[in-house]
């Protein structure tokens, strides 16, 4: 037997060029939906998730206290300087309805990729359940919490205005119908659309397929070394683009978009670790481990401790990393 019969070639390479009943090497190549080999197309592999989310925004700019900081600071009238009030700053109900909104933001990131411009994202269609699943129950613990919040919303805005006193306006509060509208939670996913890469993706896969029909099993032992030799300057990529991802949580100014690319490039570890490579396991499940789905960009800005043990753990692997000499 072929150590290519997966591949739907039955003859080896010593094989004569005819068998016995007069069929030719070539006559012996399966196509591909001869041999059931599937090939996943890009819009198979991968299938389009969305979140959208509102809230009340509980920031209201204040005239009084503009007022008092243009006079303080020798201001002109019309400086563009103001003061603000955070109503309900101290509701743990709503502040709870905030939790659960930036939990889902948090944990749709952490289960989806970037796939264009317009900020639209991706999941493998393998993982959609679990993205499905975690915004389910993300979904009834806000919405719970959103009931809670609205039926002690008028005990909310007497704290505020026993706080605030003088500086209260009931016109900053809206009626409780209307406050309701300002909250939703929507979470969809669908198949992807067409664009040039799906197109592509389906182009190369015809492509295939007729090299699979055409191509004997010489040819395919002489790709196979050419996929090694691919894949061991892949890997070389695939280190080099991690050390260049790590390097951005010592940054001086940083961007949200630096965890999805510094977890993009732990993925591909594992991605391509075609031959389990156990230095690309370690490393991946030590990264992993550290820039987990509560990592965010907002923590190491503002908590000091927190970047400073993310960036010793980051420069101690930084320093394991195989030399690319």
Known sequence: MSEYEDLGVTHTV?????????????????????????????????????????????SKKDAKATQQIRARNGLDADAPVFGARTLL??????????????????????MSKPWDDAKNRVTPTAKLSDWVKAMSEIQQSHDES???????????????????????????YPTLPTLRSKF??????DRLMDDERTLLSDEAIGTLEEHYQNEHDIVLAKE????????????????????????KVNKQRYQDEDADVIRGAVDCLETFNINDDPVMRRVHQSLTAIFDEE?????????????????????????????LD
């Open 184 to 189: 939703y939670f929507d979470y969809s996913f």
């Open 295 to 323: 990592f965010n960009m907002d923590k190491l800005r503002i908590n000091d401790g927190y970047r400073s043990d993310i960036q010793d753990k980051t420069a101690q692997i930084l320093k394991s990393l195989p030399s």
């Open 14 to 58: 010593e094989d004569n060029l005819y068998d016995g009943t007069g069929e030719t090497f070539d006559s012996k190549l399966k196509t591909a939906t001869q041999a059931g080999v599937s090939v996943p197309t890009m819009k198979s592999t991968f299938s389009a998730v969305n979140l959208s989310m509102g809230c009340f925004q509980n």
């Open 89 to 110: 700053a101290n509701n743990k109900e709503f502040g709870l309805v905030k939790y659960w909104q930036g939990r889902a933001r948090t944990v749709h990131y952490s």
């Open 224 to 247: 196979r070394e050419q996929y090694r030799n691919r894949m061991v300057y892949l890997k070389e990529e695939v280190w080099s683009s991690l050390r260049d991802a790590l390097k």
């Open 146 to 172: 959103l009931e809670i919040f609205l039926s002690k919303y008028d005990e909310a805005v007497q704290s505020d205005q026993a706080m605030y006193r003088g500086l209260h306006n009931p016109d900053d």
